[in-house]
C-alpha cells in the first residue's frame, strides 16, 4: 500500500477534505452508517481515503431520498461493488435531472402564458401536476433501479393495448408510495405462503391453498379492475416478463418457480370453479 492510500485523517481534517460538518460524521458514526478505519490511541477517530469513497456513496443516495436505514441496508448488501454502485447512482441522477428539466420547462411556459394574463389559473395548474406527477417517479426509484424501469415499461409496451396501457396510466397517477408498500407486503405473503405450502405438498384443492388463491385473486382484482382487456395485457406481461433470463426479469423476486405456478393454477383454477357455483 503506498503512502497516498496510508493517509489518515483527524474527523476535522477530514470533514474538510469531504466538505461535510464534523457533526454529520459524528451523527453516521453514532448510528452506524460511517465508522471511521481507525482510533487513536487516545480513542479519536481517525478516517481514510476508502472512507471518502462509504461517505461518497452515502451522500448520493441520501441526495435521492433514501432513508439512512435505506442507505445502511445498500451499504451492507454488498460494499465492494462500488462501480456497479456508482453506475446506478450514475443513472438515478440522470433521472432526477430529466424530472427537474421537466419541471423547469413546466414553469418556463407557465411564464410564458402569464405574460399574457395574471390570471391564467391553467398554467399554473399544470406546474403542480406536472411537479406532483416527477415527485411519484422520485420515489419509484427507491423499489427499482432506472434498468429495472425501461425494461419493465418495454415489457408494458409489448403486453397492454393502446386502450388498457391508457387506463393503467390514468388509474397510476394516484398510487403512493404507501400504496406502493402496502402491495410489496401483500405480494410478499402471498410468495412466502405459496412456497410453504409447495414445500410441504400441500392439496391445491384444500382449505389454505384455496385461501391463498383467493388472496390472490383479489389482488390481481385491485390491479385489473375487472377490466378484460386490462387483464388479457396483465396475463401477457407475466408471460414476455418470465420469458427473460433469470437475471435480466426486472421483477424476479416476484416469479413462480414452474412447480409454484402449476401449484398455484390449480389452485385458482378449482377456487373459480367454486365461485361459479
Known sequence: MDQ???QQYTTSQFAQKAAVTARTLRFYDKVGLLSPSHYTEAGHRLYSDEDLIN??????????GFSLDEIKVCLQKDPQRLRETLATQKAMMREKRKQLETVIQAIEKAETLLEDSLANWDALVNVIQVMQMEQNKEWVNKYLTPEQQQKMAEISGNSYSPEAAQKIAEWGKNWTE??????????????TELRRLVAEGADPTGPEAQALARQQSELIGQFTRGDADVTAGLKQWWKNHDQLPQQERPLG???????????????VDHYKQNQQH
Do not use: C, G, P, T
Open 4 to 6: 497516498q492510500q496510508q
Open 55 to 64: 461517505l461518497q456513496q452515502i451522500l448520493s443516495l441520501k441526495f435521492l
Open 178 to 191: 404507501q400504496d406502493q408498500q402496502r402491495a410489496n407486503q401483500q405480494w410478499s405473503a402471498v410468495f
Open 253 to 267: 423476486a416476484y416469479s413462480y418457480s414452474s412447480e409454484e405456478w402449476a401449484f398455484m393454477q390449480k389452485a
